[in-house]
């Protein structure tokens, strides 16, 4: 069975830095294409990063050069590093396992609320 | 980046009705890089169909997708109450993903 936990949300001020965990079980993250998806309250879904299972990484315009996408292999663990955060970025963030093209696989979800 | 636009944005329908969900896209799409999600209030995304027309596991089969270049389609033959929810079609391109935004699907 595949389980994917978020972990790392939470209120933070705008400028601020957080790092979000993805905690997996079930499969090993570095075989897999991994991306992190958000969705800020009442709206829909926006794609910020991937991982492919060769390391290369991508990530959305709206969050280039701020956002990191990383992943430990001993500890089967995917992260996202978000620095200097806008209000903007306020949305629970989704870790997400799939082939390259599309996600089978979600986790629940943590919230980041930036805020000041 | 390749904008994906859904119609109608709320589709009021009956259980056991036929629904039908649009979603164009800007400029052509490979059908293997077309897929569907259904979300419920308070749940992740779940994947329905991939390629444009799979079902992805699990998928009952009174969900299915058609459709190509721009102009996709999810059809569910006969609405169950559980099938009331959001639905996104999604694609990839130059390893990038754009969602569209989104069809509410309610109970009429």
């Known amino acids: 069975e595949v389980y994917l936990v978020e972990s790392g949300g939470g209120l933070i001020q705008p400028g601020g830095s957080l790092r979000l965990s993805c905690a997996a079980s079930?499969?090993?993250?570095?075989?897999?294409?991994m991306s992190w998806v958000r969705q800020a309250s009442g709206r829909g879904l926006e794609w910020v990063s991937v991982?492919?299972?060769?390391?290369?990484?991508y990530y959305a315009d709206s969050v280039k050069g701020r956002f990191t996408i990383s992943r430990d292999t001993s500890k089967n663990t995917l992260y996202l590093q978000m620095n200097s955060l806008k209000l903007e970025d306020t949305a629970v963030y989704y870790c997400?396992?799939?082939?390259?093209?599309?996600?089978?696989?979600w986790g629940q979800g943590t919230l980041v609320t930036v805020s000041s | 980046e390749v904008v994906l636009t859904q119609s109608p944005g709320t589709l009021s329908l009956s259980p056991g009705e036929r629904a039908t969900l649009s979603c164009r896209a800007s400029q052509s799409v490979s059908s293997s890089y077309l897929a569907w999600y259904q979300q419920k209030p308070g749940q992740a995304p779940r994947l329905l169909i991939y390629?444009?027309?799979s079902r992805a596991t699990g998928i009952p089969d009174r969900f299915s997708g058609s459709g190509s270049g721009t102009d996709f389609t999810l059809t569910i033959s006969r609405l169950e109450p559980e099938d009331f929810a959001v639905y996104y079609c999604q694609q990839y391109g130059s390893s990038q993903y754009t969602f569209g935004q989104g069809t509410k699907l309610e109970i009429k």
């Open positions: 079930g499969f090993t993250v570095s075989s897999n294409y």
């Open positions: 991982i492919y299972s060769g390391g290369s990484t």
């Open positions: 997400a396992r799939g082939g390259k093209y599309n996600w089978n696989d």
């Open positions: 390629g444009a027309s």
